[in-house]
């Protein structure tokens, strides 16, 4: 007999519903919840056998160690990065499942989005044009042909990255501890890469080490002018030193779907309230700026991968199967 096992799903929206619905097991029965997982919400997972749970969960000891006396058994995070999770509180406790590429396209797509965006000023000339003001004043950009684009991290997303900026004619340096024979551009130290790059884009996962890669040290290596596109992790900037860059015009413009402190405002609406943040108010007000929340993932494609392989991932641990995306110490 086949015993019918619970999911509670976190910080579930409509389009996730849509996706998981397409990827529906009849041995797995979802509960979705809108809450974000952490140790105020975690008590709605007692008596599921399973959580399912996104980059803005809080997923530390404490959570950890509730999941843990309800009998859950694994969280099947449903994105790549993993920087939320306590791993050394789950290990031996809880399997810690998650989808180690969807579609690396979406992502670097959506950086490249940015960058033409903040270049041609095409979020300013909507504004302009809605009000019938056809004014050019204040927004020339530049030819992206020639210039050079650092890419921090060579993995999936930064590759694709790279293979989309080859297409307009850049110039392509990387700088990664683990060199990809893949990558189409030239690998150059940290340092260099700072120095060289008119456009420095993130695609490295946060960890220990990486926290405040771009600081105000780092930021005194760039070129004047340079661009910072980052849609990777929020705590891989240090906001306060990328503000006063943006300030003094050493940081010529900012893309940004990530951003340090957006797990209490990312995926929900605030559009009636004054938000409690200063420094985010600060950075989204600049007109080089341009905060996406969270979204260089939402394609109909990345949707369908995340939910396919988080299905699957579910399926293997039930079925006491080999779990092939696994995260460990
Ligand atoms: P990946 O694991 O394929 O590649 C990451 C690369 O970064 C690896 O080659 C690794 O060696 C390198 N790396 C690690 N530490 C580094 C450091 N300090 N400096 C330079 N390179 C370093 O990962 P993938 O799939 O390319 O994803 C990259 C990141 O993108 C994820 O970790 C996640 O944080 C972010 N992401 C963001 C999404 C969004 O919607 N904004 C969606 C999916 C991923």
Redesign the pocket.
């Known amino acids: 007999m086949i015993i019918l096992k619970t999911v509670a799903f976190f910080d579930a929206k409509a389009y996730d519903r849509d996706s998981f619905s397409r990827f529906s097991d009849e041995n797995i029965s979802i509960r979705f919840f809108e809450n974000k997982l952490n140790e105020d919400t975690v008590s709605m997972a007692a008596c599921c056998d399973a959580v399912c749970a996104f ?1 803005n969960d809080t997923i530390n000891g404490e959570v950890i160690e509730k999941l843990s006396s309800y009998g859950v058994g694994v969280i099947a995070m449903r ?3 993993y ?1 939320n999770v306590d791993l050394k509180a789950a290990a031996g406790r809880i399997k810690v499942l998650r989808v ?3 579609s ?1 396209y ?2 670097a797509e ?1 950086a490249m989005g940015l960058i033409l965006t903040l270049n041609r000023k095409l979020h300013r000339a909507y504004i302009r044009t809605r009000d019938h003001n056809f004014s050019l004043e204040g927004l020339t950009g530049f030819d992206l042909k020639g210039k050079t684009v650092g890419i ?9 990255f790279a293979d989309v900026c080859k297409g307009f004619g850049m110039e392509i340096i990387g ?4 060199k ?1 024979s893949e990558f189409c551009g030239k690998y150059v130290s ?1 340092d260099g890469l700072l120095e060289k790059s008119d456009i420095i884009s993130l ?5 220990k ?2 926290h405040h ?1 771009i600081n105000r040290e780092t930021i005194s290596k760039m070129k004047d002018g340079a661009y910072i596109i980052n ?3 929020g705590l891989l900037i240090d906001t306060a030193a990328l503000t006063e860059g943006l300030k003094s015009g050493k940081i010529g413009a900012a893309g940004l ?2 951003y340090e402190e957006e797990t209490a405002l990312f995926f929900e609406d605030y559009s009636d309230e004054i938000i409690p943040d200063d420094t985010l108010s600060t950075i989204i007000s600049m007109p080089n700026v341009i905060v996406t929340s ?5 394609t109909r494609e ?1 949707l369908d991968g995340i939910a396919g392989t988080t299905m699957e991932n579910l399926r293997a641990y039930f079925a006491g199967d080999e779990l092939k995306n696994e995260i460990t110490l």
């Open positions: 980059v994105c790549a990065g920087n180690p590429a969807y690396p979406a992502v959506h921090i991290g060579t993995g999936k997303i930064g590759r694709c700088f990664d501890p683990y990809s940290l695609h490295c996962p946060l960890t080490e990486n890669l849609t990777s992790r779907d990530v969270h979204q260089a993932f939402l990345a």
